[in-house]
């Protein structure tokens, strides 16, 4: 059974410059996550929907960042524009229907913005 | 003060050694906890969840002491292949509650 996948795996890009990470979760899991996690840091989560609702997106910045899951599968996360302190690894992950008893994270997009 | 801390680390053992992580959680209400393992460059995969009576997996423990609010991670017989940083994962409401996850524990096991 694939994981979750994300795209692209690395990106560096130029401050101010939108950029955009894709995720298509485990099939049959409802739950997705966005989570950010800097260098020697946990992951912090920025969004999490149930099929296509954000159920929680209160760490999410706003004036920057925006997700969407479309459809109720797979999701977008984009940044616009990116600043310095954007650099990190963002992670997808999905679980099965709302239960947080097991996370499953896909392989994460690092950012880097110079 | 963060609501879930750590010991960063690094652990620095010899191989077959015990070594013990501690993790403490600020929040009293917190319902759910885990042990993740996140190997260098990778991504974070549950260990195990931990469970009001302590719990055990081959050579790891889990235990939990909510009068402390405090959960530790066992590992007897240390392998090289332990080696990896370990997250302390707390959530508020239970098992549909937002995970908060400490910044992780280090372990090296040396030869």
């Known amino acids: 059974e694939a994981g979750v996948v994300q795209s692209p795996r690395y990106k560096i890009i130029e401050k101010k410059q939108p950029v955009a990470f894709w995720c298509n979760p485990i099939?049959?899991?409802?739950?997705l996550y966005w989570y950010r996690q800097n260098l020697g840091q946990g992951p912090e989560l920025l969004i999490r929907?149930?099929?296509?609702?954000?159920?929680?997106d209160s760490q999410l910045p706003k004036d920057r960042f925006s997700a969407e899951r479309l459809k109720g599968v797979d999701s977008t996360l984009k940044i616009q524009p990116a600043e310095l302190g954007d650099s990190a690894v963002y992670l997808c992950?999905?679980?099965?229907?709302?239960?947080?008893?097991?996370?499953?994270f896909g392989s994460g997009t690092q950012l880097s913005v110079l | 003060r963060k609501e879930v801390e750590q010991d960063p680390g690094p652990f620095n053992v010899p191989e077959g050694a015990t070594v013990a992580f501690n993790c403490t959680y600020s929040?009293?209400?917190?319902?759910?906890f885990f042990w993740y393992r996140q190997d260098c460059r990778k991504e974070p995969k549950l260990l195990m969840s931990?469970?009001?009576s302590g719990n055990e997996d081959g050579r790891f423990t889990a235990q939990l002491n909510r009068a402390s609010q405090y959960i530790s991670l066992l590992i007897r017989d240390s392998k090289l292949s332990d080696s990896a940083t370990y997250l302390c994962?707390?959530?508020?409401?239970?098992?549909?509650?937002?995970?908060?996850f400490g910044q992780g524990t280090t372990l090296q096991v040396k030869p």
């Open positions: 099939s049959g899991h409802n739950t």
């Open positions: 929040n009293s209400a917190s319902q759910s």
């Open positions: 992950a999905s679980s099965v229907g709302q239960t947080n008893e097991k996370l499953f």
């Open positions: 929907y149930e099929n296509e609702e954000a159920v929680d």
């Open positions: 931990v469970y009001s």
């Open positions: 994962v707390v959530s508020h409401s239970g098992n549909t509650g937002k995970l908060i």
